[in-house]
């Protein structure tokens, strides 16, 4: 049986079908991590998508499990050396979501450095009279803009700025010792953009140190993931004066695979004035998602088929 955890088109579940019997969760509320281990029991293939951790205890009460197929990039709630050993293969999607996941990154910039949710705010609340010399705010053109985290995301965001006008595109990749050091990009960027993967070296690479090497009033934008960034010191930050405003698609609570992470974003960042938020859009554009998971239904196959997943991040002796 192939378990798909969370709601995909008809379509996509039409063509897994072609590797076994499909149990779909038809909804697009999240199953909880009993129910996803319950129906996993019974399952050889899994399509698994953000809100899923696979880990040795889930791997113990799914025991028949041979290929997990991950709709996403950043697999890092996925153990795979755990998977390996019990001879499960793990693939993701490795390229569809960045594009549109650096169109978002600019799009945050220019809301934050524009004051978009603050105008909106104005319109709506019937307060707009006409034009009034009111929320000034800084734009791209011009701007010196820092990239943490130069792969595919970061590199598609530098592609993006070069139709604004910025005065300079810096970019630090701590994965890259011949990127510029964390420190300078920080002391000379308007717009940080923040578009690393987490890992032991990223967690908290903006943190209270980071946030005081700012240039005084920068913006910062998070795309990355949620607990690259201390949320905690981004409040102090911004309370503080030092920092100029926050834009953020991904929360540190998201980070499942983190056992001390926060459980929610923090009340007073949340209702910050100098914020703006959106809820893990990255990929959302409705072509993409489904082109994710036709992808990942393509891995699947590839394994029902007898050979390798074609996005396959590990290797193990097939058994279909």
């Not at 000379?188 to 700012?214: E, K, N, Q, W």
């Not at 009340?267 to 990929?283: C, D, F």
């Amino acid at each position: 049986m192939i378990l798909v955890t969370h709601w995909v088109e008809p379509e996509v579940r039409a063509r897994l079908a072609a590797g076994g019997t499909v149990e779909a969760n038809a909804t697009r509320e999240t199953w909880p991590r009993a129910e996803v281990e319950r129906r996993a029991a019974r399952a050889s293939a899994m399509m698994a998508f953000m809100p899923d951790v696979v880990d040795e205890a889930f791997l113990v009460a799914a025991p028949g499990l041979r290929m997990i197929a991950c709709a996403l990039k950043g697999f890092d709630n996925f153990d795979v050396a755990a998977c390996t050993r019990r001879g499960v293969w793990v693939s993701i999607v490795p390229d569809l979501l960045t594009e549109p996941t650096a169109e978002l990154a600019v799009g945050l910039a220019i809301g934050l450095g524009r004051n978009v949710r603050e105008g909106d705010a104005l319109v709506r609340g019937g307060g707009f009279a006409g034009w009034r010399p009111v929320l000034y705010g800084a734009g791209l053109s011009g701007a010196t803009v820092g990239l943490v985290g130069h792969g595919a995301v970061g590199r598609a965001v530098e592609r993006r700025l070069g139709g604004f006008g910025c005065a300079a595109v810096l970019h630090h990749d701590p994965a890259s010792a011949q990127s510029l050091p964390l420190a300078a990009l920080l002391a000379r960027s308007d717009f940080v953009l923040c578009c690393a993967p987490l890992g032991p070296a990223t967690r908290h690479l903006i943190g209270a140190a980071a946030l005081a090497a700012l240039k005084p009033a920068a913006l910062l934008v998070n795309v990355g993931r949620g607990s690259v960034v201390d949320e905690r010191a981004v409040l102090a930050a911004l309370d503080a004066g030092r920092l100029g405003g926050y834009a953020a698609d991904v929360f540190e609570f998201e980070d499942w695979v983190l056992r001390d992470r926060p459980r929610d974003i923090l009340p007073a960042l949340r209702r910050h004035p100098r914020t703006l938020w959106t809820p893990h859009l990255g990929s959302a554009v409705a072509s993409v998602r489904r082109a994710i998971a036709e992808r990942s239904a393509d891995n699947i196959l590839d394994w029902s088929a007898g050979h390798a997943p074609r996005d396959a991040v590990n290797e193990v002796p097939h058994a279909a």
